[in-house]
């Protein structure tokens, strides 16, 4: 599972409330992904990150914000969660994009997160 | 925005029928992959095509990249209970140049 691990495994929280799920790395990788995942829509990216301290949006980044002070962690954070957010959220890395191609991306386990 | 949609959304088929899958871009992509997602897992990957017009085996997974770059499919000969799991299309082009995924098609096998 190239070592991905992703915290908590669930959750549920109530409109308004922040929360933040982590995503932590044993392989050193530079790319790392934020995803959400629903019926109907697929993944959808959040935010991604290209290395310490560089991230940009993604597709869906209304909401979130990221932060990643280590190559090893990727923190998305919900500022004032709403029902909307309820969702499983993934994160996944890759090794990056090499000659112009995108890598395989590796997925974590997931978060269940709940906004009651 | 670019998008990339499956179809079909949902296939239940009889263990030892064959399996289609389509994934149709609204632009050209410079690579398409594909993945697979067991029921409450998480997605995993399985191949990347690169080529126009390629094609590739896995056993009984067979994976096509259209010749415009802007579709590809996978078959499945014989499915088996193995088989279940949402299958994902993921494509990177267009103005954003990242990884855009398709809204999946999920298999049920009957046995």
């Known amino acids: 599972d190239a070592g991905i691990t992703q915290s908590p495994r669930h959750k549920v929280t109530e409109t308004g409330t922040p929360v933040t799920l982590r995503c932590h790395q044993t392989?050193?990788?530079?790319?790392m992904y934020w995803y959400r995942q629903d019926p109907g829509h697929g993944l959808r990216l959040i935010h991604y990150?290209?290395?310490?301290?560089?991230?940009d949006k993604g597709e869906v980044s209304d909401g979130y914000s990221v932060s990643r002070s280590k190559t090893e962690d990727f923190l998305l954070t919900l500022e004032s969660a709403t029902s909307s957010q309820t969702s499983v959220y993934f994160c996944?890395?890759?090794?990056?994009?090499?000659?112009?191609?995108?890598?395989?991306?590796?997925f974590g386990p997931g978060t269940r997160l709940t906004v009651l | 925005g670019q998008q990339v949609m499956q179809i079909p959304q949902y296939q239940h088929v009889q263990e030892g029928e064959d399996f289609t899958t389509y994934c149709n871009s609204s632009t050209t992509l410079s690579n398409i992959q594909w993945y697979k997602q067991r029921p409450g897992g998480h997605p995993v990957f399985l191949i990347q095509l690169v080529k126009s017009g390629e094609v590739k085996k896995q056993k009984r997974l067979t994976f096509q990249f259209g010749e415009a770059k802007k579709n590809s499919s996978l078959h499945i000969t014989a499915t088996q209970t193995t088989d279940v799991g949402t299958y994902f299309c993921a494509g990177r082009g267009g103005a954003t140049n990242k990884l855009i995924f398709g809204t999946g098609t999920l298999l049920a096998v009957q046995p």
């Open positions: 392989e050193n990788h530079r790319y």
């Open positions: 996944a890395i890759s090794i990056g994009e090499a000659g112009g191609y995108t890598n395989e991306q590796f």
């Open positions: 990150s290209y290395g310490v301290k560089d991230t």
